[in-house]
């Protein structure tokens, strides 16, 4: 099934918009990915909260995985919804600690960063509150590094 | 613990003085609807600064999912949302199928269909009864656990268990509904108007309920689009937004029923709105029993689901395979997805990145109380304390959610 309209449009806009910052674009059942090199990754928010056409209004979810064997070990997703045009896009970035936070563009990525940070130990530069949010502030480690041990560790 | 304030509403902040208060409501506090801490500076009465401190039902779901086959993680969903364990379920299910690029049988689709709206009345339930005791309102709370709990025995007849079902298997259901099970679900269907107007009776008019939720924690569009808000908290504020009406899965288009919206964004409106909810997934749970026919409710993959009990019991090959895919699971492409549903609380969506193996190399839950919960210094902040107490209640939080 081919994806819908109004998203090739959007995928269009941002290459013509970001040129060589634009990795990849990907189509995978239905979805799109994005992925962007991480000096534009506030600007391409901020474009398609921005566009008339794209009109992300939404921000649905921030995350991250973690690929320990590469060098900039993280990639950090956030998956956006347009409630007028009824579309969705995931947008990737890669990074190896730092990455500016999306908090002056949407107030959901503040917890959903604080999480971030919390169990990956990603710091999102610029964030008005990074702590832990779901472990207690003294724990040691971040849990969903691929080698933290799924036991955790002996006290 | 940061003494910046979070949010900017630093108007309410800068008249702070030292008469300001710091007080710990919960870990342990009968209304946070389980165990959240939410730390108050408080002057006087007011609240200036509210900062909710979840995680301490945190279980790592997430690093769990990581070390077991796609079958295995489904009694961890439930443990997610326990008061609307299915709806975990089959949002876990969709991402799963959908790597796997298999459709689901007809029979099994409406049934997670009715069970999905059944479930989403009986969590709304407890939301009403739990929300409302904690404004003082003990009657609400035994009236509503007595639907509720004709609901736990459709899902008792469904699948033995009345709290955490784990009945959705990746490619449909665990095993067909018993004789009986939709004339069950068609008397409740026929006896729930009658509850539900009790319910709306006894509280919706009530001037106490009236006085203590109209005006209080009202949230605009714009914020909560900017919060993320999703389910009965967005619609509250008047946004037109359903998943299953924008975005339809499971053959909902072909249901006719109507998205409840509020207009203030207060917490009548939401209760409102919630109110209203049940009334329309009863009218979908009627519509739908009328689509269900008899059928298979495993996806036809051998590979992918187990062989019925008889077959593995009496046949080699079918052993085997019950055998292999206990042992080893199954596998699914290489690729990621995102499925997402309207819980009874918002959008749950499962984010799942397959690496090939029978794990998912990543999973992550986008749980609706955990965003909505966000919201709650923006709904307390500049009001009184009893007000705190009001707006948890018409979040509709589960602890299990928002900590994982």
Known sequence: MPIQESLQVVVSKLQDKFGDSVLSVQEFRDEVTVRFKPQVWIEAHRFLKEDEDCAFNMLIDETAADYPLRNERFDVITHLLSLGKAHRLRLKTQTAEHIPTLYPVWKTANWLERETYDLFGIIFDGHPDLRRILLTEDWEGFPLRKDYPIEGYDI | ?404
């Open chain 2, 1 to 404: 613990m940061s003494e910046t304030p979070t949010f900017e509403h630093s108007e309410t902040y800068k008249r702070s003085s030292e008469r300001r208060m710091r007080l710990n409501m919960g870990p342990q506090h009968p209304s946070t609807h389980g165990v959240l801490q939410i730390i108050l500076d408080l002057e006087g009465e007011v609240v200036m600064r509210c900062d909710p401190v979840p995680g301490y039902l945190h279980r790592g779901t997430e690093k769990l999912a990581e070390e077991r086959y796609y079958n295995q993680i489904i009694p961890l969903t439930d443990r997610l949302d326990y008061v609307s364990a299915f709806n975990n379920n089959v949002a876990y299910c969709i991402p799963v199928e959908k790597l796997l690029g298999i459709e689901i049988p007809e029979r099994a689709m409406w049934l997670r269909v009715i069970l999905m709206e059944l479930q989403r009345i009986a969590s709304h339930l407890i939301w009403y009864g739990t929300s409302l005791m904690d404004l003082g309102a003990i009657t609400a709370f035994l009236y509503a656990m007595r639907e509720r709990e004709k609901i736990l025995d459709i899902f008792e007849m469904a699948c033995g268990a009345r709290l955490t079902y784990s009945y959705c298997r990746v490619g449909g259901l665990l095993a067909d509904t018993p004789p009986g099970f939709e004339e069950k679900v068609a008397e409740f269907v026929k006896d729930f108007p009658k509850a539900w107007k009790e319910y709306t009776d006894l509280v919706s008019k009530n001037p106490i309920f009236m006085d203590r939720t109209m005006g209080v924690g009202v949230v605009t569009p714009e914020d909560a689009i900017d919060m993320g808000l999703t389910g009965p908290s967005l619609r509250g504020s008047g946004v037109d937004w359903d998943i299953r009406k924008n975005e339809p899965y499971y053959g909902y288009d072909l249901i006719d029923f109507a998205i409840p919206l509020g207009t203030k964004g207060d917490c009548y409106d939401r209760y409102l709105c919630r109110m209203e909810e049940m009334m329309q997934s009863n009218r979908i749970v009627e519509q739908a029993l009328k689509f269900l026919k008899p059928g298979p409710v495993k996806a036809p993959d051998p590979k992918i689901t187990l062989p019925p009990k008889e077959l593995s019991m009496s046949q080699a090959e079918a052993m085997q395979r019950h055998f292999y895919q206990v042992i080893h699971g199954f596998s699914v492409p290489v690729g990621e997805t995102y499925g997402k549903i309207e819980a009874s609380k918002g959008e749950l969506g499962f984010y799942i990145i397959s690496d090939g193996s029978s794990h998912p190399y990543r999973m992550k839950i986008r749980a609706p109380s955990y965003v909505n919960l966000q919201s709650l210094p923006l709904m307390t902040e500049g009001r009184m304390v009893s007000d705190v107490i009001t707006c948890i209640g018409t979040i509709d939080i589960v602890l299990g959610e928002v900590d994982r």
